[in-house]
């Protein structure tokens, strides 16, 4: 009997805990719902609504740096809005947020393409010369179809090259054309990012420095003149420095800057009365820049009777010139006199390395009536000296001439002539040939060591044109192991030298291994 009261209670109990619990789950009525539960939006993002539906009060939870909400809750019914902000990645992000309803809970998923992504990676300042430049811009960036543009009339001198993509970056190159500005110009490079987020590369390009003028080369007459004028226009400050020993710098007076970027700069020259043409060459630099010469003019007193010269020889004709004697016009031959030319005794044609003067003849001396004295002095081109019509000359040294082969002095009265240096005498002609009816003494002793060591090729000297010879020097000899060696074999001489020669009139040194030839 027990038993079955236990089973009962137990039944009863069990049957009043069911209906407990329904009745707790009647007891909770909350809902929510919402009009979507993902929001999709492209790289530019935006504003988007969503209605939410519930059963009491509703409220939002969720955080995110790149999505906000118009509020926090509301009723049912309202609508809530998602602030999407435009992304700046360069993939795609989501988010998730909540809304409660009492125990009821939706989510909501906000999600973003990726953006148009535009970063600039190298200087967004460019300076650049006058000339012809490259502009290189690297980028970090997806926009497959990048747009640009040039600010100020950039596009009339900047222009798109090519683009390239690799290791992440973009690099663009962009090409400058050179500026025929006198003054700067500068344009913005704008590469077009989304919602107005562009790049902006500042492009200044320096004015073409210039130095103008109408009349570079003044002539004027040999009457003195203190008013000599030279008139430029530049865009630099000028800078003028000449070597002259009659051109006088009076002054200089600036004017004022024009419009197209250029200024006014007046020079005033003196010169006093000279008998024959000069030529003074200004060379014009940039702001007192060393080394740097934009432009040169020359100021001419001109002889109204020039003296002429001919000079077949191009790169004697540049030497002259440079030394003042002689003014040339283009490859004439012909050249007008001036007045070192006319006034010097003395001229050295010298240069500073073994190759030296680089002419192959060297002629028209005769040109230069005061010229007393000539100083040759390395040169492994001239072969030959004319030096016909030198009526003053009496002074001629010819030393390191190795391709020397004919020495013509003509009525000069040059009595002697030498080689210079034995030791460094050595001649790679094959034949040397000297002649002048005033000569008296020759002297082309050489023991150089291109004897000893085979690189002589003097086979013979030729000295029968030189009646008046006295004296002759013509040992070219050297020691070796093999003895002595002699390249030259043969003297030539006239019948009446080789008489003076054997009754002693005319003193001789010589290699034994020379022999005498009657020409």
């Known amino acids: 009997m027990m038993k079955k009261y236990i089973l009962v209670l137990a039944s009863a109990a069990l049957m009043f805990s069911g209906c407990g619990e329904e009745s707790k789950e009647s007891l909770d009525t909350s809902a929510v719902s919402l009009s979507t539960n993902e929001i999709v939006s492209g790289s530019e993002g935006g504003n988007f609504d969503v209605t939410v539906t519930s059963s009491e009060d509703w409220r939002i939870s969720g955080i995110s740096d790149w999505v906000s909400t118009d509020k926090t809750g509301g009723k049912s019914g309202?609508?809530?809005?998602?602030?999407?902000?435009?992304?700046?990645?360069?993939?795609?992000?989501?988010?998730?947020?909540?809304?409660?309803?009492?125990?009821?809970?939706?989510?909501?998923?906000?999600?973003?393409?990726?953006?148009?992504?535009?970063?600039?990676?190298?200087?967004?300042?460019?300076?650049?010369?006058?000339?012809?430049?490259?502009?290189?811009?690297?980028?970090?960036?997806?926009?497959?179809?990048?747009?640009?543009?040039?600010?100020?009339?950039?596009?009339?001198?900047?222009?798109?090259d090519q683009r390239s993509d690799a290791f992440g970056f973009t690099t663009l190159r962009f090409n400058v054309k050179r500026s025929k500005s006198f003054t700067a110009r500068t344009s913005d490079i704008v590469l077009k990012g989304l919602n107005g987020r562009d790049i902006k590369i500042n492009v200044t390009q320096a004015q073409r420095d210039t130095i103008l003028c109408d009349n570079p080369a003044i002539v004027k007459g040999l009457d003195a003149d203190n008013a000599i004028k030279l008139v430029l226009k530049s865009n630099v400050t000028p800078f003028i420095e000449f070597e002259s020993s009659w051109l006088t710098k009076v002054s200089e007076i600036p004017g004022s800057k024009?419009?197209?970027?250029?200024?006014?700069?007046?020079?005033?020259?003196?010169?006093?009365?000279?008998?024959?043409?000069?030529?003074?060459?200004?060379?014009?630099?940039?702001?007192?820049?060393?080394?740097?010469?934009?432009?040169?003019?020359?100021?001419?007193?001109?002889?109204?009777?020039?003296?002429?010269?001919?000079?077949?020889?191009?790169?004697?004709?540049?030497?002259?010139?440079?030394?003042?004697?002689?003014?040339?016009?283009?490859?004439?031959?012909?050249?007008?006199?001036?007045d070192a030319g006319l006034t010097s005794t003395t001229l050295t044609l010298s240069g500073e390395y073994y190759y030296g003067l680089q002419a192959t003849v060297i002629d028209g001396l005769g040109g230069f009536p005061e010229l007393a004295e000539l100083i040759l002095n390395k040169s492994r081109t001239v072969r030959t000296i004319d030096l016909t019509g030198c009526n003053k000359l009496k002074t001629v040294q010819a030393k390191t001439y190795s391709m020397l082969e004919n020495v013509i002095f003509a009525d000069s009265p040059v009595e002697t002539f030498s080689l210079g240096d034995p030791s460094d005498s050595g001649l790679d002609s094959k034949s040397l040939t000297i002649s002048g009816s005033k000569i008296k003494s020759i002297d082309v002793t050489c023991n150089s060591w291109m004897i000893a060591y085979g690189y002589e090729k003097c086979e013979s000297l030729d000295v029968s044109g030189c009646p008046a010879l006295t004296t002759l020097k013509a040992k070219r000899e050297a020691s070796s192991y093999n003895g002595a060696q002699c390249t030259m074999k043969t003297i030539y001489v006239s019948a009446a030298q080789k008489a003076a020669i054997e009754a002693g009139t005319i003193t001789v040194e010589k290699s034994e291994l020379s022999s005498y030839v009657v020409k």
């Open 258 to 338: 024009a419009a197209d970027g250029l200024t006014d700069y007046t020079y005033v020259f003196s010169a006093p009365e000279s008998k024959g043409s000069r030529v003074a060459v200004l060379n014009c630099h940039k702001d007192n820049a060393d080394g740097i010469i934009m432009r040169q003019f020359s100021i001419k007193q001109q002889n109204p009777h020039p003296i002429l010269v001919n000079i077949t020889d191009a790169n004697l004709r540049n030497e002259l010139s440079k030394q003042g004697w002689i003014l040339t016009s283009g490859e004439s031959t012909e050249c007008e006199v001036v």
């Open 78 to 160: 309202e609508k809530v809005t998602f602030k999407v902000e435009p992304s700046s990645s360069m993939v795609s992000d989501s988010v998730y947020f909540k809304i409660f309803a009492g125990s009821a809970v939706q989510k909501v998923k906000v999600k973003i393409a990726a953006g148009q992504v535009i970063s600039l990676e190298s200087d967004d300042k460019v300076e650049l010369s006058s000339d012809a430049n490259a502009i290189v811009v690297k980028l970090k960036t997806n926009i497959e179809n990048l747009e640009y543009d040039f600010t100020d009339g950039g596009a009339d001198w900047i222009s798109f």
